[in-house]
C-alpha cells in the first residue's frame, strides 16, 4: 500500500514564525516532490530531490528552504511568509525520478496571519 | 497555449452514466501521462497511468493519441462515488521530473 505521511495536518503562523512542515515515506521511493496548491487550481511544482540531492527548484522564494535528510525524510522550512503563501502544500513520492508515477501525502493546509 | 489543458466542466451526469474527459497537452515529445483524482480538500490520488496501448481498470478507461496530443479517461456506469475533480498530469520532456498538471475537470454523478 502506498503511504505518504505529512506532518502538521493545519498549520497557522504568523509572519514572523518558523515553521517546519515534514514528510515521510516508507516505499523505498527515491525521489520526492515539494508542490504548492491553491484553490480551485492544480497543484504547482516547487521541489524535486533526486537520490536525496535538490535536482529542482522552480524558481521558489527563498523563504521556503527544503531538506532531504534521508531518502525517506523531507521537510520544507518557512520563514517570514505571506498571507498570499496560504495554500495546501503536498509533498508526493515515486520510485524514481523520470516519469514514474508519483503518489501524494494528504497535504498540510497553512494559513498565514 | 498552456502546457496542459482540461475543460473545467462541471460534467453533471446522472448514476449509470458513461462520461469521456479530454485532456491536451501542447509538448509533443511528452513521454508520461497520468490522470489523478482529487476530492474536495483532500490529496490527488493516482488513478491509473495512460500507456501509448491504452490502459483500462474496471470501469475506467485511459487512452492516449499522440497523433492528436491529446489523452481521454472513459468512466462507464458512473457511481455516485465517482463525483470529483480528475487531473490530467504530463511530464515534461525537457524535465522529466516534472509533473504538470492540468487544471482539473469537475465530475458531479447524481442519483
Known amino acids: 500500500d502506498t503511504e505518504v505521511t505529512q506532518t502538521p495536518k493545519h498549520l497557522v503562523m504568523g509572519m514572523t514564525n518558523k515553521k517546519s512542515l515534514k514528510c515521510e515515506q516508507h516505499?523505498?521511493?527515491?525521489?520526492m516532490y515539494w508542490y504548492k496548491q491553491k484553490a480551485k487550481k492544480p497543484p504547482e511544482l516547487m521541489f524535486v530531490y533526486s537520490y536525496e540531492k535538490l535536482s529542482i527548484n522552480e524558481s521558489v522564494p527563498s523563504r521556503f528552504s527544503p531538506e532531504c535528510p534521508n531518502s525517506s525524510l523531507l521537510n520544507l522550512h518557512l520563514h517570514a511568509l505571506q498571507p498570499e503563501d496560504s495554500a495546501l502544500y503536498l509533498c508526493?513520492?515515486?520510485?524514481?525520478?523520470?516519469?514514474?508515477?508519483?503518489?501524494f501525502g494528504q497535504g498540510t493546509r497553512l494559513t498565514v496571519v | 497555449r498552456k502546457e496542459v489543458e482540461q475543460d473545467p466542466g462541471p460534467f453533471n451526469v446522472p448514476e449509470g452514466a458513461t462520461v469521456a474527459f479530454n485532456c491536451t497537452y501542447s509538448?509533443?515529445?511528452?513521454?508520461?501521462f497520468f490522470w489523478y483524482r482529487q476530492d474536495c480538500r483532500k490529496e490527488p490520488k493516482l488513478l491509473m497511468s495512460v500507456y501509448s496501448s491504452g490502459n483500462e481498470d474496471g470501469r475506467f478507461t485511459a487512452q492516449l493519441n499522440r497523433a492528436s496530443q491529446y489523452i481521454s479517461l472513459l468512466i462507464r456506469d458512473s457511481k455516485l462515488s465517482d463525483s470529483a475533480t480528475y487531473l490530467c498530469?504530463?511530464?515534461?520532456?525537457?524535465?522529466?521530473?516534472?509533473?504538470?498538471f492540468g487544471t482539473g475537470t469537475r465530475l458531479q454523478v447524481f442519483p
Open positions: 516505499m523505498g521511493h527515491r525521489a
Open positions: 508526493a513520492s515515486s520510485h524514481a525520478t523520470g516519469g514514474t508515477e508519483a503518489f
Open positions: 498530469a504530463v511530464t515534461n520532456p525537457l524535465h522529466t521530473d516534472k509533473l504538470i
Open positions: 509538448n509533443s515529445a511528452s513521454q508520461s
